[in-house]
């Protein structure tokens, strides 16, 4: 029984462990015992006290199985533990009642909401600038078109653009999470509390607590960041987008999930990740080594795991640059759009022409549709306020 493996374990991994269950029965696994394995493990002392509770709590009661019952179930674990947060009560409680069959449906009912979507989803782009939105719905404006916007690591404290600070107070509703909205042809960089450092590329958000809780580390992405993410072994980092969850330690890694495109990614260039799928957000999902590529397609519903030549080429935005490896033209259209917050129409009748190599971003967009034009035959042309693609 490998006990470092355990080391980096959150309440939820107890819970769903096959050796932890085995232990919690009274079992021995080679040779350890529960009392053995928490003397091991002090500083997840904590964890998983929570996950014997909750695992006791409902499997004493596995034999009453009505939707009544399961509520009553959660209700008496709920009250016994008021002094923790209510949300991953709910996620952790959900999970256990998945493992010994309650029925899938106690996951969806436990965990239709979340949150930090919640927040996500209740703010739009009102500027052509990035904007920081604090938890008290106070917008703040930054005009560089690449923003810089670093947290002290109380949260209590923003500084903009090296140049201006300013103070963040608690909310009165409890919920804090601020929010970073980049639009099209701006980006971002953000130094969270924790020391993770986020690259927000154009056209995307991100929500996250100005601090994180004891308990874990959380972020919801739509659109497409880099993350280089500060190790912290008793505290795991979930990057939520609206399809997926990527779970790390300390890594580097980048997720594309805009809203408007079928397939949503995540490629590791450093360290592991385990990426699942939201509705199976409690499974052992799948883990990727570096160099490798997690797509989810939304008309499919899967995910696929792939080998890529170099990760790198995927965070060379950050550099400005835009690397295509056989990319159609309808789909680089809609990068460089997002990148240059210009309107592109492609009107072409070989809409599966295929393109690979490497676009320097620094240039204008007019330099980049030249460069389109002489390699595939294009046409473009400007019609009003935005650009046409044709043959």
């Known amino acids: 029984m490998n006990i470092d493996h355990y080391k980096s374990f959150s309440t939820e991994d107890f819970i769903l462990d096959d050796n932890f269950s085995k232990l919690t029965k009274g079992q021995s696994v080679d040779g350890i015992t529960l009392d053995q394995f928490k003397a091991l493990l002090p500083e997840k002392n904590k964890e998983i006290a929570f996950a014997i509770e909750i695992r006791n709590g409902l499997t004493t009661k596995k034999k009453a199985t009505s939707t009544e019952r399961k509520a009553e179930m959660l209700s008496e674990i709920l009250h016994s533990r008021k002094h923790m947060f209510i949300r991953p009560i709910f996620r952790y409680a959900?999970?256990?009642?998945?493992?010994?069959?309650?029925?899938?449906?106690?996951?969806?009912?436990?965990?239709?909401?979340?949150?930090?979507?919640?927040?996500?989803?209740?703010?739009?782009?009102?500027?052509?600038?990035?904007?920081?939105?604090?938890?008290?719905?106070?917008?703040?404006?930054?005009?560089?078109?690449?923003?810089?916007?670093?947290?002290?690591?109380?949260?209590?404290?923003?500084?903009?653009?090296?140049?201006?600070?300013?103070?963040?107070?608690?909310?009165?509703?409890?919920?804090?999470?601020?929010?970073?909205?980049?639009?099209?042809?701006?980006?971002?960089?953000?130094?969270?509390?924790?020391?993770?450092?986020?690259?927000?590329?154009?056209?995307?958000?991100?929500?996250?607590?100005?601090?994180?809780?004891?308990?874990?580390?959380?972020?919801?992405?739509?659109?497409?960041?880099?993350?280089?993410?500060?190790?912290?072994?008793?505290?795991?980092?979930?990057?939520?987008?609206?399809?997926f969850r990527v779970k790390v330690l300390g890594t580097k890694f980048n997720v594309q999930a805009y809203k408007d495109e079928d397939e949503q990614s995540t490629v590791l260039l450093e360290g592991k990740v385990n990426i699942a799928k939201n509705e199976k957000l409690f499974s052992k999902g799948n883990e990727l080594s570096p160099n490798q590529k997690a797509t989810f397609s939304t008309s499919k519903n899967n995910l696929t795991i792939t080998d890529v030549e170099n990760a790198e080429n995927y965070i060379a935005w950050i550099y400005g640059y835009l690397p295509v490896e056989n990319q159609d033209i309808v789909s680089l259209s809609k990068r460089i759009s997002r990148y240059y917050n210009v309107d592109i129409e492609v009107k072409a009748k070989n809409v599966n022409l295929r393109f690979s190599g490497k676009l320097d971003l620094k240039d204008d967009p007019k330099r980049i549709l030249d460069a389109l034009s002489t390699i595939s035959k294009l046409k473009y042309k400007e019609q009003g306020d935005k650009f046409v693609i044709y043959d």
């Open 94 to 243: 959900a999970a256990v009642l998945l493992v010994i069959g309650l029925g899938i449906s106690s996951l969806w009912l436990f965990n239709s909401h979340n949150d930090i979507e919640d927040f996500a989803s209740s703010t739009s782009i009102k500027s052509q600038n990035a904007e920081l939105i604090l938890a008290d719905g106070k917008r703040i404006e930054i005009e560089n078109e690449q923003s810089k916007i670093e947290y002290a690591t109380n949260g209590s404290s923003v500084s903009l653009n090296d140049s201006s600070k300013l103070e963040q107070s608690e909310p009165v509703s409890g919920k804090c999470f601020n929010q970073v909205i980049v639009p099209f042809g701006k980006r971002s960089n953000i130094l969270l509390s924790d020391g993770s450092r986020v690259w927000l590329n154009s056209g995307s958000k991100i929500v996250y607590p100005p601090v994180f809780n004891d308990v874990d580390r959380e972020v919801f992405l739509e659109g497409e960041a880099y993350f280089e993410i500060a190790k912290n072994e008793n505290k795991s980092f979930y990057v939520r987008t609206s399809n």
